[in-house]
């Protein structure tokens, strides 16, 4: 293979992928490669693919035959994460054209293969890194411990592996060096960082998260994604409260309202705990976000358990909430048990639980109207009218997931403005920027 010089890289799946390209694109940047944005222009192509559910699995196998169909001559074209991981031989089938393929966390073997001398650009020298926007994704474990039956990612990703404390800040001041304002903290389970090098249950992450408050400065937010229910501890609520540069907003991926499916599917299944961390984030921090996802039509689900789950997220009124629909994995526990629910019965419970949650959190967006907030500024730009405009988010919207808050008024992009919000919608705010 001649020496590549270009390269051009396909990101498909969650945030923590996005840090995975991102410490690639550092080896290739040490190795002098030179990133392209279009995929006829570059010496080598890489996919760096998700395989976690059916509808991410067929997004790569589509995006690789589509570079495959693609390819130019002399043109290398590398498939490689979660969906190679699992389904090696079946990217080959899928797609002759592949010429190499490596699975979850062999970055440096993609680097080698393309002629990067890995050993001399470990160490990426700050001049080198990128943040996309005023936000970055610090991956702080990966892996998973959990025993939960629909889940492929302990097979995918395998055990859980903490980054060590020290690694982590010093990634944490790279990106704030290199323009980051919020810090947003990922990993499959984040609240149990810590565990496989000695810490109790429920008190690494909040140790973590006080070492890297101080290392980065009060400017700059952090947010946490991904906390398991179970390690929602008293720890993790009292630092979140009391250290003030880390947001007010917590993802807890529920997945169900209803303890018998809960217990089907080997997840914590005591909806009075639940209840009463909720109760305690939010005596803590009156103004928290809370956001969760679920999962309709799983395993034997009935219609009085799903309803048990619309009934739990009324009580609840979580500001954001996702309902997916349940996606058969193979090698999971779940994959054969009895009960499996149609896809229409699955869609149809999708929808009604979106259409609640949608009253729900245009209600709770209503209580923001009136108040000015620090905005993070991701754009700018002109109104129908010729007057400037600026869009980004406040502590309220976690990039990507949530909603936006549109204003009028101008601010520079990647700056934190203040903003008081005029109106609300069921996902975005609207406001002026005042100052």
Not at 223 to 240: D, G, N
Not at 349 to 366: N, T, V, W
Not at 423 to 435: K, N, P, R
């Amino acid at each position: 293979m001649p020496v590549p010089r270009t390269y051009h890289l396909v990101t498909l799946g969650c945030p923590k992928n996005d840090v995975d390209s991102e410490h690639l694109e550092r080896l290739l940047a040490g190795g002098e490669l030179i990133p392209v944005l279009q995929p006829e222009g570059a010496d080598a192509v890489i996919v760096n693919t998700c395989g976690f559910i059916e509808q991410s699995q067929a997004e790569s196998f589509a995006a690789i035959r589509e570079l495959a169909g693609r390819k130019q001559d002399g043109q290398t074209l590398i498939v490689a994460g979660c969906l190679s991981q699992l389904y090696a031989g079946q990217v080959r089938e899928t797609a002759p054209g592949v010429d190499h393929v490596f699975g979850v966390g062999q970055w440096q073997e993609v680097a080698r293969l393309l002629s990067v001398d890995v050993d001399a650009v470990y160490d990426i020298p700050e001049s080198a890194a990128r943040v996309s926007g005023p936000s970055a994704y610090l991956k702080i474990s990966d892996g998973c411990d959990a025993p939960c039956a629909f889940c492929v990612i302990p097979r995918i990703k395998g055990r859980l592996r903490s980054a060590p404390a020290g690694l982590v800040v010093r990634e944490a001041k790279r990106l704030v060096a290199a323009g980051a304002k919020e810090l947003v903290l990922v990993g499959q389970d984040t609240t149990a960082w810590g565990e496989d090098q000695g810490s109790p249950v429920g008190e690494g992450l909040p140790l973590l998260l006080k070492q890297l408050a101080g290392a980065v400065g009060p400017e700059t937010w952090l947010r946490l994604m991904y906390a398991y229910p179970s390690r929602v501890s008293p720890q993790l609520i009292e630092t979140m409260a009391t250290t003030p540069n880390i947001v007010p907003y917590l993802d807890v991926p529920l997945q169900h309202g209803s303890d018998a499916v809960l217990r089907r599917m080997k997840r914590p299944h005591n909806l009075e705990k639940v209840r009463a961390f909720i109760h305690d984030l939010r005596t803590a921090m009156p103004d928290i976000v809370l956001r969760t996802s679920f999962i309709a039509g799983f395993p034997g689900e009935t219609e009085a358990e799903f309803r048990e789950l619309l009934d739990f997220a009324r009580e609840i009124r979580f500001d954001h909430a996702g309902c997916f629909t349940y996606s058969r994995q193979q090698w999971t526990p779940a994959f054969e048990m009895p009960g499996q629910v149609s896809a229409a019965v699955m869609g149809r419970r999708r929808d009604r639980f979106m259409r609640q949650q949608q009253a729900i959190a245009g209600k709770l967006a209503r209580r923001f109207v009136g108040r000015t907030l620090p905005l993070l500024v991701e754009g700018c730009g002109e109104d129908g009218d010729g007057l400037p405009v600026v869009v980004g988010r406040t502590y309220r919207e976690a990039p990507e997931v949530d909603g936006l808050v549109l204003a009028r008024g101008a601010a520079e992009p990647g700056s934190i403005a203040s903003v008081r919000i005029t109106a609300s919608s069921e996902y975005d705010l609207f406001g002026t920027v005042v100052g």
